[in-house]
């Protein structure tokens, strides 16, 4: 059964849409199967792998709110091989309100992912920077949750709240949810804030931290525009080479846990 992982922040503006893109493709690249699934209204995941909303039948609002959904009409191909996706659509920023009157909102997402699970190695959740019904049923649906952090003056803020809310869903909703790891983003490594963030997220965090940073790259920020990660739009850049890195040691984090 695969595994399934929910990218959150309650902050915006960190990089957990580039970290779903691009370490999906990278683990993809590696010859693992890999499904990312787009819950936030913005849709950056599913425009970030080059998928117009516009021309779509079924998305993750679908998987949400319509009763018996077969899951598997949510799925389309990306240009990655071994990659899928579940993309979002604009309908999604109705879907708070529509799943208040639902049966089971809380675990409507997990019912859908639990069928399609075996087909995968890792499935990838991109969150809204927000506590909502939406990031509810992603963290209920998911076994842990990976925080990216960004290397800057305000990146701890919030932190512990995150903390609180994952603690909230594991008594409410899903005992076994953890903490699968946290990286950081757009970290300069000649800027002493970047290392000051750095040694207080290990602080807090101890061997959560992963090693990998990920730098600030312009390519990195580039890629989106083409509809392609990383690996694909310039794999000899840094930020290709970081999150090649990256995924390099989540496998070897999970070798090391058991997985």
Known sequence: MGKAIAI???????????TNINLAACLALKGKKVLVLDIDPQGNTTSGLGISKRSLEATSYDLLVVDGIDPYTTIYNTKVKNMDIIPASVDLSGAEIELVQLEGREKRLKRALDIVRDGYDY????CPPS??????NA???????????QCEFYALEGVSQLVSTIDLVRRSFNPKLGIQGVILSMFDGRANLSIQVADEVKRFFGNKMYSTVIPRNVRLAEAPGYGMPITSYDPKSKGARAYMAFADEFLRTEEEHGR
């Open 139 to 149: 963290l209920t649906a998911v076994d842990s949750v990976l925080i990216p952090i």
């Open 123 to 126: 499935i990838f959740v991109d």
């Open 8 to 18: 959150f922040n309650q902050k915006g503006g960190v990089g957990k849409t580039t």
């Open 131 to 136: 506590l909502s019904l939406l990031t509810i």
